[in-house]
């Protein structure tokens, strides 16, 4: 049975390496690999046990979109990574917009 976690995470919830890994269903490794490349983690992964790593809801969705974009268009991480930074800062923006359109009126 598979456990998969698909929804909204507390801002505050923390999750291992193996807890990330298992509910996006992929591999320690996949998520190793992520890190060294800088996708994931803002932590200098080189100095930290893979094992004391703590990944946030942030983490969790940025995971999710990397994945979704490898496998629907068969690119390889860094361009999945690129397309994931492109996504949260357009998220970022329209949430700007939408507040300063809230100030106006």
Same mark, same amino acid.
């Given at each position: 049975?598979?456990?998969?976690?698909?929804?909204?995470?507390?801002?505050?919830?923390?999750? *291992?390496?193996?807890?990330?890994? +298992?509910?996006?269903? =992929?591999? #320690?490794?996949?998520?190793?690999?992520?890190?060294?490349? &800088? /996708?994931?983690?803002?932590?200098?992964?080189?100095?930290?046990?893979p094992?004391?790593?703590?990944?946030?809801?942030? *983490?969790?969705?940025r995971?999710? +979109?990397?994945?979704? =974009?490898? #496998?629907?268009?068969?690119?390889?991480?860094?361009?999945? &990574? /690129?397309?994931?930074?492109?996504?949260?800062?357009?998220?970022?923006?329209?949430?700007?917009?939408?507040?300063?359109?809230?100030?106006?009126?």
């Amino acid at each position: 049975m598979s456990h998969e976690i698909d929804a909204i995470l507390l801002e505050d919830t923390r999750l *291992s390496l193996d807890e990330l890994a +298992r509910s996006c269903q =992929v591999s #320690r490794e996949w998520v190793i690999e992520r890190v060294q490349w &800088g /996708l994931l983690l803002s932590e200098d992964p080189r100095t930290a046990d893979p094992a004391s790593w703590l990944f946030d809801s942030r *983490s969790f969705m940025r995971v999710k +979109r990397i994945i979704a =974009v490898e #496998r629907n268009f068969e690119c390889n991480p860094e361009l999945a &990574g /690129l397309v994931a930074d492109m996504i949260e800062e357009i998220e970022l923006l329209r949430a700007r917009l939408k507040a300063a359109k809230l100030d106006e009126d």
